[in-house]
C-alpha cells in the first residue's frame, strides 16, 4: 500500500501537466505576437525578468513561469523582443501546453508537428551525438513573418520551441 502510494506521488510530481498561459501574447491563430516588450511579457506571465549576458556580452532576458516553462529572448535598447525560445530545465519532466502553434512540450510528437505544419515547407534534420538531443530531430519552417525551430529528443517528443527572424545555425543547438 504504500509503496502504491509513493508511486502514485511520485508519477504525479513527475509526469505534471501545466497551462503555458501565453493569453495575451498569442493571436487568435495561436502564434507568437511580434514585436513584445520585455515588460509585457512580464506582465503577461506574472512573473519577474531575469536579465544576463551571454558570453558575447549580448543582453538577454529570461522568464520562468509559474508552469516550469523557461522563455527566454535577446533584447534591443528599448527592450524590445523580436525572437523567442521556449524550453523547460532538464531536470524536469513537464508536460506544457498552451504554447504556440498549439504545440506542447514532452507531448507534441514529431508526427503531429509534421502533420500541423505541412502547408510551410518544413525541413526534417536528424539530430547528431554533439546536440542537445542526440538521436532526436529538428524541424525548422517559415512561419509567417519568423522562422521556427521545434526540437525533439530521441523519443520523438517536443524539447524545444524557438521562432527567430533569420535561422539559427544547427550547430548553435
Known amino acids: 500500500m504504500t509503496l502504491n502510494i509513493g ?7 513527475t509526469f505534471a501537466q501545466n497551462k503555458a498561459d501565453l493569453k495575451s501574447l498569442l493571436n487568435k491563430n495561436s502564434e507568437f505576437v511580434f514585436p513584445q516588450t520585455v515588460d509585457k511579457i512580464a506582465a503577461t506571465l506574472n512573473v519577474k525578468t ?8 549580448e543582453k538577454y532576458a529570461k522568464w520562468i513561469t509559474k508552469s516550469g516553462l523557461e522563455l527566454y529572448s535577446n533584447y534591443g535598447a528599448d527592450k524590445s523582443v523580436n525572437e523567442l525560445f521556449f524550453d523547460i530545465p532538464e531536470d524536469k519532466f ?5 504554447l504556440p502553434f498549439d504545440l506542447a512540450i514532452n507531448k ?8 500541423k505544419f505541412s502547408q510551410h515547407h518544413v525541413k526534417k534534420q536528424k539530430l547528431d551525438a554533439g546536440s542537445s538531443f542526440p538521436g532526436g ?8 513573418t519568423h522562422f521556427t525551430t521545434l526540437l525533439f529528443d530521441s523519443k520523438n517528443l517536443l524539447k524545444f520551441i524557438g521562432l527567430t527572424t533569420s535561422l539559427i545555425d544547427p550547430a548553435a543547438n
Open 94 to 98: 513537464l508536460i506544457v501546453e498552451g
Open 137 to 144: 530531430t529538428r524541424l525548422t519552417m517559415k512561419t509567417g
Open 108 to 115: 507534441t510528437t514529431v508526427k503531429e508537428a509534421l502533420s
Open 7 to 13: 508511486l502514485f506521488l511520485f508519477a504525479a510530481t
Open 50 to 57: 531575469e536579465f544576463y549576458e551571454d558570453a558575447n556580452e
